[in-house]
């Protein structure tokens, strides 16, 4: 790379636009001592610092402060101690005990009177949604890790999330799914307070089990957002999330 | 430390207010959390703002801002003081993060809709409540480097904005503006260097 293709590309360079390569190729003519590219380098230096001093801040609460504070503090912890991965779930797990012994024993009540249950996995009407979030009152969650909350119409699901910080993956292992039919596909759909997909992923679906792993999930989505499971159905995608179970 | 006149709880004394912004980022490289709480009071609306310019949607943004300091954590060592301040240290990795987000989500088309105004920018710079005088001087600085960019060629001026307080990567000032790439990269270039010429002047009119 000569200087002036070094010039060309020195704001880019400066602010992170540049692939991996090409960066490490114009950090290498730099360090080489390259007069008039270090000197056009300062200058661009001051020009970036006098464009982003002009950049407004946002008026931040003490308790969004405080609330990031908290998160970077966490994945520092997590970085730490590697043992500690799910560090965020393990209060959950105590304070869901009694909730996770009973999805165990749902789970064996489930396995032995399986075969006697008609259809456990399909909605008497539609087959448009067989699982859907635990609305806030009057549930009890069948299976509970942080705040993900799983049920369904009839049966519980036996089902693992692990929260991988590092790689911020939400990794998701089911032993029991619901028998899908025909171009049915199930998905683990990542949904806001306020109820916006945020993302969804399709489950590796196979006999099993399910699996999936969701990218690109931060700790803050972990402790605001929920994971749920639905079923999009092949011909009319927009209704899968629609009807309650029953 | 409960504050008996209000029933609230007082925090301690900062023992931090002193502190350069350079030193804190020492000391994070040093492995001082309590450093990083500081630089993250002092510069999490900055980095707040710029990611809610580039990503609109605030999930996003409140998970962006998270990802800027935790990435400073990791890189603390790094940091050329001589460079850049450590504000425009963070906003430079937080406008790269915000663009990334971007991208990976649906936001490009409430980008463009929503940014259709013009904003005087030295009105709205904030700054340090508790350091009047610095936060003057900023303020006087902000309307040097506003009129200045007023007097670049409106191509160039066009282009710094969309780079700069748009959050526009280069590729993507060029799609919006339909001129080469090379154009562009040369506009903002040629800007910034002009724009670098007229603050020294100013600089210098002002120390005599």
């Not at chain 1, 908290?70 to 009694?98: C, E, G």
Request: charge should be negative.
């Amino acid at each position: 790379m000569n200087c002036a293709e070094v010039q060309e590309n020195l704001i880019a360079f400066l602010l992170h636009e540049l692939p991996t390569e090409e960066a490490q190729v114009m950090q290498e003519h730099l360090d080489s001592g390259c007069g008039d590219c270090l000197a056009q380098r300062s200058i661009l230096d001051e020009s970036l610092e006098n464009l982003f001093s002009q950049l407004p801040g946002d008026s931040i609460s003490e308790q969004e402060v405080h609330q990031i504070q908290q998160d970077v503090r966490a994945r520092i912890r997590l970085s730490q101690n590697p043992a500690d991965l799910i560090t965020i779930s393990k209060p959950n797990w105590r304070q869901y005990s009694v909730q996770l012994t009973m999805a165990l024993s749902l789970g064996i009540a489930a396995a032995l009177l399986g075969p006697w249950i008609a259809q456990p996995w399909s909605h008497p009407d539609s087959r448009v949604v067989h699982l859907e979030p635990m609305p806030a009152r009057a549930q009890e969650p069948v299976m509970a890790f942080s705040k993900v909350r799983f049920t369904s119409s009839r049966v519980p699901i036996a089902a693992q999330l692990i929260y991988d910080a590092f790689s911020a993956e939400l990794h998701f292992f089911s032993t029991e799914l619901p028998a899908l039919q025909q171009g049915e596909q199930l998905e683990l759909v990542l949904v806001t307070p306020t109820g916006e997909v945020v993302q969804s992923i399709p489950l590796t679906h196979s006999a099993a089990g399910g699996r999936a792993v969701m990218p690109n999930v931060t700790t803050r989505d972990i402790s605001s957002c929920e994971f749920l499971l639905r079923v999009e159905l092949p011909d009319s995608p927009a209704s899968s999330q629609s009807s309650p179970a029953t | 430390m409960i504050d008996s006149r209000d029933g609230g709880y007082a925090p301690p004394p900062n023992p931090f207010v002193d502190v350069t912004d350079e030193a804190l980022v020492k000391l994070v490289a040093g492995r001082n959390e309590d450093a990083l709480d500081e630089l993250i009071r002092r510069h999490a609306g900055h980095v707040m703002g710029l990611c809610r310019r580039i990503c609109f949607d605030e999930h996003d943004v409140n998970a962006l801002v998270s990802d800027v300091f935790w990435e400073l954590w990791g890189r603390a060592d790094k940091y050329d003081g001589t460079r850049s301040s450590v504000r425009t240290y963070l906003l430079t990795i937080a406008r790269c993060r915000a663009i990334d987000r971007r991208r990976s989500a649906t936001a490009r088309q409430r980008l463009f809709a929503a940014q259709g105004g013009t904003t005087n920018y030295a009105q709205s710079v904030a700054a340090p409540v508790d350091q009047p005088f610095a936060q003057s001087l900023q303020l006087e600085k902000a309307e040097h480097v506003q009129k200045a960019l007023e007097q670049l060629p409106a191509p160039q001026q066009a282009a710094i904005k969309l780079a700069f307080f748009h959050g526009l990567t280069h590729e993507e000032v060029a799609q919006r503006l339909q001129m080469p790439l090379g154009t562009i990269k040369t506009r903002i270039r040629t800007g910034l260097i002009q724009l670098r010429k007229a603050l020294a002047e100013y600089q210098y009119a002002r120390d005599f």
